[in-house]
Structures are given as structure tokens and as C-alpha cells.
């Protein structure tokens, strides 16, 4: 079935970087989107959304860009800090239906 | 204001037992939804409850049901359970209707 997918599996910045994770989604139907991060042995952690009636958000050092034309969407980390380390998710789904869909996940690695 | 509770963390089975994972949604919540997630993997959608009826099924076999009791905490049962039963657990809240989804730690299940 569809679904949204990753290209980086792992991503390694230096403490100060700015970061840059992206997502691919191949549901057209698909009208949220929204980025989670996961610490080793937590549950996602909500960080930013955005919709379909929008190119970009921003939220506190994060941004995320949606591109429909390309069914891409994007996650910006301003001046990465070693707590940014955690596997971040990009999930999208359809209004009326509620269920996320998830893909595999990028390991953001942040050395001091 | 509390988050997204789940017990236990951890739980040992061994294959052809049976499970009850447990679930308490955020304050103001009323609709919960289970995902199952792999190592490695993105979640995977289970089932949603809102008003103790199961509202949406994903692709997952019958030996996998839950429940919702009248404030909104929920259950999720796994009978005759298989070695590939092995995930970290997830629970997530919002409000019926809303997108966001806010998730809990989990419970993360090893099958012997």
C-alpha cells in the first residue's frame, strides 16, 4: 500500500549545525503531515504539523516544509544541540480517518 | 496535566499465551489508538477506540482486539501470541476528530 517513506536513514551534524531531514509521501489524498521525534525507549514525541493548505510552519528552531508538487516534506533543526539525538518520524494522514502512517524513521546523530 | 499513560513497560510472554496491554489517554482525550511498532521500524497502525467502539481496523489478524471503558482508557488484548509479536507497544490520544495524536511510552512485549 502507500506510504511515506525517508531518504537518509542516519543523519550526523556537529552541535550548532543547522539540520536537515527529509520525508517523501506518495498518498496524493494525504492532507497532514506531521513530525515526531523518538528517544531510545520513549513513545514519538510531537514536534511540529502542518496541512496541506500550507507550504511551511515554524515552530520553536524547527520548520517544516511541504512540497505537494513533489510529494515532499521536510524538517529544519536550527542550531542542532546534542538533545536533538533521537530517531525522527514523518507521518502523514487523510481527514476523516485519524491513522497515522508512519515511515521507517531517520537516526539524527548530533556530536558535541 | 497529565500525558499519555501505558502499563506495564515491560512484559515477557512466552508464544501461544495471551496479553492485556493498558492505556489512559491525556486529560480531555476521548479517542485512543494502538500502533505496534518493530525495532527499527515506523509505528504501524492497530486499531482506534472513541466511545468504546473500535472505529477503524488496520492490517492486523483478529487475535489482536481491544477495548475502551466509559473514561476513555482502552486495552489492547493479543491471543495465541508469536515470536513476531515482539514490539514496543504504542498508545496514542487525541480528541475525536482531531489529527494530532500525542503518544505514550509504551510497553515494550518480548515473546519466548
Known amino acids: 500500500g502507500e506510504s511515506v517513506g525517508l531518504h537518509l536513514p542516519t543523519l550526523s551534524v556537529q552541535e550548532g549545525d543547522n539540520s536537515i531531514i527529509n520525508c517523501a509521501y506518495s498518498n496524493s489524498a494525504s492532507d497532514y503531515f506531521i513530525w515526531y521525534k523518538q528517544e531510545s525507549g520513549k513513545g514519538p514525541q510531537f514536534i511540529i504539523d502542518i496541512r496541506s493548505n500550507m507550504d511551511k510552519r515554524q515552530g520553536q528552531r ?27 518520524f514523518c507521518a502523514e494522514s487523510r481527514s476523516g480517518y485519524s491513522t497515522l502512517t508512519f515511515g521507517k524513521g531517520t537516526m539524527l546523530l548530533v556530536s558535541p | 496535566d497529565a500525558g499519555v499513560t501505558q502499563s506495564p513497560t515491560h512484559l515477557i510472554k512466552t508464544r501461544g499465551q495471551q496479553v492485556t496491554l493498558r492505556c489512559s489517554p491525556k486529560s480531555g482525550h476521548d479517542t485512543v489508538s494502538w500502533y505496534q511498532q518493530a525495532l527499527g521500524q ?4 492497530i486499531f482506534q477506540y472513541y466511545e468504546e467502539e473500535e472505529r477503524q481496523r488496520g492490517n492486523f489478524p483478529d487475535r489482536f482486539s481491544g477495548h475502551q471503558f466509559p473514561n476513555y482508557s482502552s486495552e489492547l488484548n493479543v491471543n495465541a501470541l508469536l515470536l513476531g509479536d515482539s514490539a514496543l507497544y504504542l498508545c496514542a490520544s487525541s480528541a475525536w476528530g482531531a489529527d494530532t495524536q500525542y503518544f505514550g511510552p509504551g510497553t515494550r512485549l518480548t515473546v519466548l
Do not use: R, W
Open chain 2, 42 to 45: 515506523g509505528p504501524q497502525f
Open chain 1, 62 to 88: 524547527v520548520t517544516v516544509l511541504l512540497n505537494k508538487t513533489v510529494k515532499h516534506l521536510s524538517l529544519q533543526i536550527a542550531a542542532t544541540q546534542p538533545g536533538d539525538s533521537a530517531v525522527y
